[in-house]
């Protein structure tokens, strides 16, 4: 007849499985972030250093427990016993990779937008349909292009493009256009992203802010007028071309910059409003 497990014997065998499902839920939390963080490539060193953290604390103490309450040296003779508990590090480190992932995704979060699909929200805009944002601007565009020669489509979806459709302005800048050393109006700063030898970089740069939208598009206009680096835009007749030559000046750091705002253009049928109508006699 065997013994009956006294309760000390019995409290230090859960305290050991305790310890052991920790140690391994800490070694496969550690892991899966690090494997899930390379396979949706952060987008900062700050990024990479959280992922890191996770990986070396969660493999380091899990290691340090499982060797503590497990005795796992034993284990590493056994080649089913191997497999097993790597089955079990990664099903216990799932709620530890649910974590990582979140502690990575937070400062993801705070570090800021591009200018465009990112940028903050603007109060009240959110709801407003593509069909009501070109109406509200289509007839200001035309008179650009009729003062500017800068097609009404070109401006159009560079507005809907920069500003996603306008929820997202700050300063009511609809085009993203920086503050230079040439700009003596308002400001505004902005966290966002630049495209910097092939990588995605978060930064806080200073845009041009405009007390309403008319005031935005004059500047806009204004300002392709004035640059010299968008002489080539004006040999352009159409809003195509002025996409694809806008790009090749270097308006954006974004390689695909033209071909988006081509299928803005192209998905709304914006070069109808290339046509102007006819000034009243």
Known sequence: ??????????????????????????????????????????????????????????????????VRYLGI????????????MLAVVFTCGLPAWGAGTCAVQIPREAQGRRPGRDRPRCKGADLMPPTSF?????????????VTGIPASFTLAQAALESSWGARAPGNNLFGVKADRSWKGKTVDVPTHEVIRGKRVAIVDTFRAYESWAECMADHARFFKVNPRYAACFRETTGEGWARAAAAAGYATDPDYAQKLIAVMRGRNMAQYDVLPRAAA
């Open 1 to 66: 007849m065997s013994e009956p497990i006294s309760g000390t014997a019995a409290g230090v065998a859960g305290w050991k499985i305790i310890g052991g499902l920790a140690g391994m839920g800490a070694i496969g939390g550690g892991l899966a972030t690090f494997v899930v963080m390379s396979m949706t490539k952060p987008k900062s060193d700050q990024e990479w250093r959280v992922a890191l953290i996770c990986t070396l604390v969660g493999s380091i103490g899990g290691g340090a427990a499982l």
């Open 73 to 84: 040296q034993h284990w590493v003779q056994d080649p089913f016993g191997m497999v097993a």
């Open 134 to 146: 070109i109406a509200m601007l289509a007839k200001a565009a035309q008179e650009c292009q009729r």
